[in-house]
């Protein structure tokens, strides 16, 4: 589970590094799919990753705003920010958390059932899927998108 999550945070570095050669209003655009524009989709990535951490952690979530984070340092600080407690969360994760269970109550008054494992394992695909998005973005600001490859990171290493 681990190398999933610095892969994502290793992608997302690079997609930050991409977006340094776009200007802001670039940055800012609504775009057709995804939560918005490239910002906002960022800004949305961390935040889903940090709020599902929390609280599994049974730690209370609250929602930041994007208005207060419209330029990528503002993002990139935000992520610095939340990355201390999220890694450090998946790197105790042990397999006697796999199998803990997370309730939910929904809007209907249905109670959603799942696992820890379950939920890690969507905040890995929450991103890969909005990483999908900016590349689909780049293509049509006619910019090669960042590489998706796991290959070649060296992450069996760590």
Known sequence: MQMLFRYNWMTREDWYRWCEDLDEEELLTKRIGGVGGILHTLFHIIDVEWSWIRILQGKPDFQEN??????LQKIRELDAKFRIEVEQFVCEWDESMENRLFQETMPDGRVDTDTWGEVMRHVIAHEIHHIGQLSIWARELGRKP?????????????
């Open 66 to 71: 994007f208005k207060d984070y419209q330029c």
């Open 146 to 158: 960042v590489s998706a490859n796991l290959i070649g990171r060296g992450l069996a290493s760590i």
